[in-house]
Structure formats: structure tokens, C-alpha cells
């Protein structure tokens, strides 16, 4: 069954780091655009960065730019986001997520299709 598997979040102080993953299985091991998207408690899900797989070309949220970096080990099929400099406002769930419509890629959620249960990162002050 494909399906996206999100793992490497957790618990962490203002100013941490963390790692995400994004491992694909089936056809979602590929994909035209993939990436990662956040929802906090009492909001809407929103997009975080997302890659263009042909192109190898990322696409940032102006409020991760600089702190964020999204990239792919083609060979084992997964995705990464890296997140530095975090801050309490950056808690909430991170999902990853795919589409197979053409670029340009987009941060909008409705335009994905696939996508996986989630990882929670939570930053405290």
C-alpha cells in the first residue's frame, strides 16, 4: 500500500533543532511535488516548504525562510525538512505530502493529494 511516513519530531527548547523525514512507499516513493505542511492547535494546516522533485527546485514559507531547508536523498526516496532556530510558535504537527500535478508547486494544501498521519513538534520557551 503507498503511503507517506513521517518520523523525527519531538520535544524540544526555543533555539533547537529538529530533523523530519519523509519516506515514501510505492508510488509515493515519487512523486512532482513533495513537501511538508504544519497545523497547530485551533488553526489551519499550512505549507512549510515543498520541493520540485524534477527540478530539485525548493520552495519556502516566508516565515521558515533562513531557518528551514528541505532536500531529498534521491536513492532511498526520502524527503527531509531541517529546522532550525526553533520557536514556540513553530509547535504544532508536521505532515508531509505529495502530488503528481504538474509544477509549478504550490503551499496550498488543497492541491495535495497524498498524504501521511504526521510527526508532533513541540518547542518550548
Known amino acids: 500500500q503507498a503511503q507517506l511516513v513521517e518520523s523525527g519530531g519531538g520535544s524540544v527548547q526555543a533555539g533547537g533543532s529538529l530533523r523530519l523525514a519523509c519516506v515514501g512507499s510505492g508510488v509515493l516513493r515519487g512523486g512532482v511535488c513533495k513537501g511538508w505542511f504544519r497545523q497547530a492547535p485551533g488553526a489551519e494546516r499550512e505549507g512549510v516548504a515543498v520541493m520540485n522533485l524534477l527540478a530539485n527546485e525548493p520552495l519556502y514559507a516566508n516565515s521558515g525562510k533562513g531557518r528551514w531547508k528541505i532536500s531529498r536523498d534521491p536513492v532511498e526516496k526520502t524527503v527531509f525538512l531541517d529546522v532550525a532556530s526553533l520557536r514556540p510558535e513553530d509547535t504544532g504537527t508536521y505532515y508531509c505530502?505529495?502530488?503528481?500535478?504538474?509544477?509549478?508547486?504550490?503551499?496550498?494544501?488543497?492541491?495535495?493529494?497524498?498524504w501521511g498521519q504526521g510527526t508532533q513538534v513541540t518547542v518550548s520557551s
Open positions: 505530502a505529495a502530488t503528481w500535478r504538474s509544477p509549478p508547486c504550490t503551499l496550498i494544501p488543497d492541491d495535495y493529494d497524498h
